[in-house]
């Protein structure tokens, strides 16, 4: 593996939530260094220690509370349901979080859906067809192989994943010779973090990331025809649709790059890093040197890498999240309060960054509506 970034001491996970500023500053934190394999085009932070890791009940990263969010996994699940005839099906979903897109697969078809995730909390579970769900609270494997689906579905939890190999052939094994079984995996595109610099989006519990060609050989590798490669949500999200077959396929998809140009988005993220952390930290010292109330809008993975790789302290104050859960936490390694957008009226900041541009204009919306005024900038 090709070395080609470095950070220290950054919070094992994102979005385990701290009761007080204490835990939160002494949160556990690795470090990263991401290795770029020029042979199949995968990266990977070759530090990561997965024994440092917990996805337990305060594992925080539902989405559900953002209609952006909400409409983008409604039309996703629509397209599944109908493209794939999941009607009255079984749906079997790897890493289901709290429930939502199983039930949202399962409302929409009339499905029965088994969802395995070690953070289920049972209270949390809002579908409007529960009594179809089964939930199991644990880490996908080789024991569960016997919980079958028509589809197979695995948002966001590959790129948590180390071996990522193991982890998809036992996806494959588990399906056996059940070939018409659909398969649905969605992840981060690392093009485009790599082509942005990005550096908010890389983070110690994200171990694996994927572009089109090396998820697309990772599949391929583990006996799966791939029947859809595509960006989604912004171009932040590569989707992959796939079914299983006995021998493996050798033919390319249009969306995959070759590792030379993978090697080129290294090297361009390698040579721009450095100054992309640069600006960004001017930027801030700027805002507080000029005296101006500055906040960040929204309190997930970015705000953390954000501010933890950056080393913010008093240039932020306040964090807003829309997701009441989130309110009165403290996030880790940062020692930030995580306030509810309501708070802005008391706050009146100058300045409000938000930590993804695919919601601006909602945010936007939100600070119009309460009649806040203030600056809005993206982080990109």
């Known amino acids: 593996m090709q070395i080609f970034y470095k950070v220290k001491n950054i919070p094992v996970h994102s979005c385990v939530l701290m009761s007080t500023k204490r835990e939160s ?13 020029k042979n199949c085009g995968f990266i990977s932070n070759v530090e990561f220690n997965p024994s440092l890791l917990d996805y337990s009940i305060n594992y925080e990263d539902q989405q559900c509370f953002s209609p952006t969010f909400n409409a983008f996994a409604r039309g996703l699940a629509n397209r599944l349901v109908e493209k794939y005839d999941l009607y009255e099906k079984d749906i079997l979903e790897i890493g289901c979080g709290k429930g939502d897109f199983l039930g949202l697969l399962c409302k929409l078809g009339n499905n029965r859906g088994v969802g395995i995730d070690p953070a289920i909390v049972n209270d949390r579970i809002n579908s409007e067809t529960l009594e179809q769900l089964t939930f199991i609270k644990d880490y996908y494997s080789d024991k ?24 998809v052939h036992s996806v494959r094994r588990a399906i056996g010779d ?10 981060p595109d690392v093009t485009r973090m790599l082509y942005e610099t990005a550096f908010w ?7 694996s990331y994927f572009s089109p060609g090396s998820l697309a050989r990772l599949f391929r590798l583990c006996n799966f025809n791939i029947i859809e490669l595509s960006r989604d949500f912004g171009e932040q999200y590569l989707l992959i649709e796939a079914r299983p077959v006995n021998e493996q396929s050798n033919k390319i998809n ?11 988005y290294v090297r361009h993220f390698s040579l721009n890093s450095r100054k992309k ?18 906040v960040i809008w929204g309190s997930g993975s ?13 240039e932020i104050e306040v964090i807003i999240d829309i997701n009441p859960y989130r309110h009165g936490k403290f996030l880790p390694g940062v020692g930030k309060k995580i306030m509810p957008p309501e708070y802005l009226k008391k706050y009146q900041p100058d300045v409000t960054i938000v930590m993804n541009p695919i919601y601006r204009y909602e945010i936007g919306q939100m600070i119009d509506d309460m009649g806040v005024s203030t600056e809005i900038i993206t982080v990109d």
């Not at 500053?25 to 394999?37: A, K, M, N, S, V």
């Not at 970015?302 to 008093?314: G, R, Y």
């Open 25 to 37: 500053q002494d949160f556990p934190t690795g470090d990263i260094r991401l290795g770029f394999c």
């Open 144 to 167: 569960y192989a016997e919980n079958h689906g028509d589809l197979v579905c695995c948002r966001h939890t590959l790129e948590h994943i180390y071996d990522t190999r193991e982890f």
């Open 178 to 187: 059940r070939l018409d079984t659909i398969v649905f995996f969605e992840v």
């Open 201 to 207: 989006d890389i983070y110690y519990e994200h171990c």
């Open 254 to 264: 249009e969306l995959e790059e070759s590792t030379k140009e993978m090697e080129k």
């Open 277 to 294: 952390l640069v600006n960004w930290k001017n930027r801030l010292e700027r805002i507080e040197l000029d005296g101006l109330r500055a």
């Open 302 to 314: 970015k705000c953390v890498s954000f501010m933890t790789t950056l080393a913010i302290k008093d």
